[in-house]
């Protein structure tokens, strides 16, 4: 079934640990981004990336990375975690060819906990 | 920079009333506007969209939108609501289609028996 893959879907984490979460989606999607669900905030954008090879911050890119190699994956990496970064994470890929607009498809999502 | 507001965080109604979820959205420039939906324990999924065109706008399960630009608003609507539409609706604007998607804080929805 064409569509996003996270991993994991659930973490507990130590605080100060090095954490990535994987994305990888097989529709061929130019664009893909990682946003960031918290109660009352909605979903906040981290990174995003409009095609293979590059990457932007969005609006709270500040303790996250993100590389993007090649068209399918988009991995995020939490260099050293902290409590605040407790948060269900999604992946979302779009392609304006398509549709004509930044229709996002969203993953599943990954509950991370930092204790 | 663009930035949208859900008025309601929580809107309970009963079964088969109708309800209207409230989105307004700021921008200086022409937008595209999405309301997505997130079930219990799952990803989002889109509605409906507005990119141009009929300011009314149709979506899945008998959802509706209207767009108003002098208000800048993007209001949600169904005539009557079941027990499966109880979820997160979020609303979400886009300055073109390459640009990021911002959404606003979500409205819950909670459909009583």
């Known amino acids: 079934i064409a569509g996003i893959t996270q991993a994991p879907t659930s973490q507990i984490l130590a605080a100060g640990r090095r954490m990535t979460l994987r994305c990888t989606q097989d529709?061929?999607?130019?664009?893909m981004y990682w946003y960031r669900q918290d109660l009352g905030l909605g979903l906040r954008l981290i990174h995003y990336?409009?095609?293979?090879?590059?990457?932007g911050k969005g609006e709270v890119p500040d303790g996250y990375s993100v590389s993007r190699a090649n068209t399918d994956d988009f991995p995020l990496t939490l260099a050293s975690a902290v409590p605040s970064q407790t948060s269900v994470y999604f992946c979302?890929?779009?392609?304006?060819?398509?549709?004509?607009?930044?229709?996002?498809?969203f993953g599943a999502g990954s509950r991370l906990t930092v204790l | 920079a663009q930035s949208v507001t859900q008025l309601d965080s929580q809107v309970p109604v009963f079964e088969e009333a109708p309800v209207e979820l409230r989105c307004n959205y700021s921008?200086?420039?022409?937008?595209?506007l999405f309301w997505y939906v997130q079930y219990p324990n799952q990803g989002l999924q889109l509605l409906l969209k507005?990119?141009?065109?009929?300011?009314l706008v149709k979506g899945i399960n008998g959802f509706e939108a209207e767009f108003n630009k002098s208000q800048t608003s993007f209001h949600l609507r169904k005539p009557s609501v079941h027990i499966s539409d109880t979820a997160e609706y979020f609303c979400?604007?886009?300055?073109?289609?390459?640009?990021?998607?911002?959404f606003g804080p979500g409205t819950s929805l909670s459909v009583i028996p």
């Open positions: 529709m061929r999607h130019n664009a």
């Open positions: 990336s409009n095609t293979a090879g590059t990457t």
């Open positions: 979302a890929s779009s392609d304006s060819r398509e549709t004509g607009a930044n229709v996002l498809t």
């Open positions: 979400a604007v886009s300055r073109t289609s390459y640009d990021k998607v911002i």
């Open positions: 507005y990119l141009s065109g009929s300011t």
């Open positions: 921008s200086s420039v022409s937008v595209y």
